[in-house]
């Protein structure tokens, strides 16, 4: 493996830890964020000159910038940067708060959008790296009781396919991954927030929410496999604008786009008859 500087966020646990193992071991140099700092070392179990925990509040762009400006200075490039950093939410619209709302399109998004903000003079300057987004299959396709998570995933979807076009012409790669149901830590109370206020009537949400939750542990995904196969992705010379991880992560992204292709031709005909005539 060419020896590279990987900057990731959210490295305490799932996606994030398994990636900063497999990367010290293969003698890469990480920088690993997290909230809590104590919680990340102890999770990562290894001191070493090549890797460099940082606390990090990714809603600040000042802490962002700084732990940029930490990383550039300890190993001299940043030339993968993986932002994975991120948490769910349930309820429906109604049920969840404004405030609920807008925190998770902090971390989701923002948070996403302040890294990539704070990164980009330094891949411009090395006229080079790999910008990895992980969104979910939720931001392809999503299921009931999930619509602000789905629309923060669907935000890094959107953000990730005009980054890649933005900065080609610095030879920065963009891959956006969507991962289907993995066994990590997602569905535990410390990855993923139900709404704390609840509607009865929502009958239907509740009850396909609930079988979701139930599923932790039972996941059909293997975190390290997801891991490895990111990695590979950042060796590639010409990666790919999206991976999908996971069988039920591509099983329902080929659904999706059959759906699509019947809603889309269902109105041809009026779709194409908004030109001035005359």
């Not at 305490?12 to 990367?23: M, N």
């Not at 349930?90 to 704070?118: A, P, Q, W, Y």
């Not at 006229?127 to 392809?140: D, K, W, Y």
């Not at 269902?266 to 005539?277: G, Q, R």
Request: hydrophobic share 40%; with cysteine; proline share 3%.
């Amino acid at each position: 493996m060419e020896n590279k500087t990987w900057f990731i966020t959210g490295a305490s646990k799932g996606f994030g830890l398994s990636l900063v193992k497999q990367l010290l071991s293969a003698g890469q140099k990480v920088a690993a964020t997290s909230r809590n700092l104590d919680e990340l070392v102890k999770a990562v179990g290894v001191t070493s000159p090549n890797f460099l925990p940082i606390q990090v509040e990714l809603g600040n762009e000042d802490s962002v910038g700084c732990a940029i400006h930490q990383t550039k200075a300890a190993f001299n490039s940043i030339d993968v940067v993986i932002n994975n950093a991120g948490y769910g939410i349930g309820g429906s619209i109604e049920e969840l708060t404004d405030r609920e709302t807008r925190d998770s399109f902090e971390v989701n998004v923002f948070g996403t959008l302040n890294v990539i903000r704070m990164v980009m003079p330094y891949m411009r300057y090395q006229q080079s790296g790999h910008i990895i987004n992980i969104s979910s299959i939720a931001g392809i396709t999503a299921t009931t009781g999930w619509s602000v998570y789905a629309a923060t995933k669907f935000s890094v979807v959107g953000l990730s396919e005009v980054l890649a076009q933005d900065v080609a012409e610095f030879g920065v790669k963009v891959t956006v991954v969507a991962p289907g149901a993995f066994r990590t830590s997602f569905l535990t109370p410390e990855s993923v927030n139900i709404a704390k206020h609840t509607i009865p009537e929502y009958t239907g949400l509740h009850t396909a929410q609930a079988a979701m939750l139930q599923k932790d542990g039972q996941q059909a995904g293997d975190p390290e496999k997801a891991a490895a196969a990111i990695i590979e992705v950042a060796q590639m010379e010409n990666p790919p604008l999206y991976l999908l991880l996971g069988e039920d992560a591509y099983d329902r992204a080929m659904a999706k786009l059959d759906r699509l292709k019947k809603e889309y031709q269902l109105n041809e005909e009026i779709s194409k008859s908004m030109a001035y005539h005359g």
